[in-house]
């Protein structure tokens, strides 16, 4: 079946980076994009954008553009997202989800990766 | 960017009740929504696609309709598993989803 299994939670400091892992198994790993998703506590849900995993393509949503950078490994089945320049407003649980076909829409999600900024 | 507005913001419903969430787009967008819901702790699943295609796996109960600017989610007779937060997502330009509605057992 398919399984992503994100990395732990991290701790850091404003003005720090994070990098956050997402391995897959149970399918082709450079058949479907992997997008990032992300959720501050107690609200809704925010679209970071998307890799391509045969390609090393990348689209960010535009309030993430010249911080968030998106990549794979395809010998290790893993997908990486790198927020730089965190602020505290970066604090949030952050998903990992397989898209389905090229669309925008997500049919199996990692268990979450909770980042925390703080001084 | 598409803004997307779902109501109501937190829904109190008995077990059996019909029980139906709005979300409406700031500009047409086709039938490109989805419907995920999310449990307290874990990560969302995918209920609809395309406004009204029911994913494999889900309850009949649930059902989506809708084209355009406005669309809804209807649960026909609500269970206890069924309380959670629910989001549309629109996909016909990248992605937004909607703040979330929160139903909660009455």
């Known amino acids: 079946q398919v399984q992503l299994v994100q990395s732990g939670a991290e701790v850091k400091k404003p003005g720090a980076s994070v990098k956050v892992s997402c391995k897959a198994s149970?399918?082709?790993?450079?058949?479907?994009?992997m997008h990032w998703v992300r959720q501050a506590p107690g609200q809704g849900l925010e679209w970071m954008g998307w890799?391509?995993?045969?390609?090393?393509?990348?689209i960010y949503a535009e309030k993430f553009q010249g911080r968030v950078s998106m990549t794979r490994d395809t010998s290790f089945r893993t997908a990486y997202m790198e927020l730089s320049r965190l602020r505290s407003d970066d604090t949030a649980v952050y998903f990992c989800?397989?898209?389905?076909?090229?669309?925008?829409?997500?049919?199996?999600w990692g268990q979450g990766t909770l980042v925390t900024v703080s001084s | 960017d598409i803004q997307m507005t779902q109501s109501p913001a937190t829904l109190s419903a008995f077990v059996g009740d019909r029980v139906t969430i709005t979300c409406r787009a700031s500009?047409?967008?086709?039938?490109?929504l989805a419907w995920y819901q999310q449990k307290p702790g874990k990560a969302p699943n995918l209920l609809i696609s395309k406004a009204s295609s029911l994913q494999s796996g889900v309850p009949s109960r649930f059902s989506g309709s809708g084209s355009g600017t406005e669309f809804t989610l209807t649960i026909s007779s609500l269970q206890p598993d069924d309380f959670a937060t629910y989001y549309c997502q629109q996909y016909n330009s990248y992605s937004t989803f909607g703040q979330g509605t929160k139903v909660e057992i009455k």
């Open positions: 989800a397989r898209g389905i076909a090229v669309s925008v829409i997500f049919d199996s």
């Open positions: 500009q047409s967008i086709g039938s490109w």
């Open positions: 890799i391509n995993p045969a390609s090393g393509g990348t």
């Open positions: 149970g399918y082709t790993f450079t058949g479907y994009y």
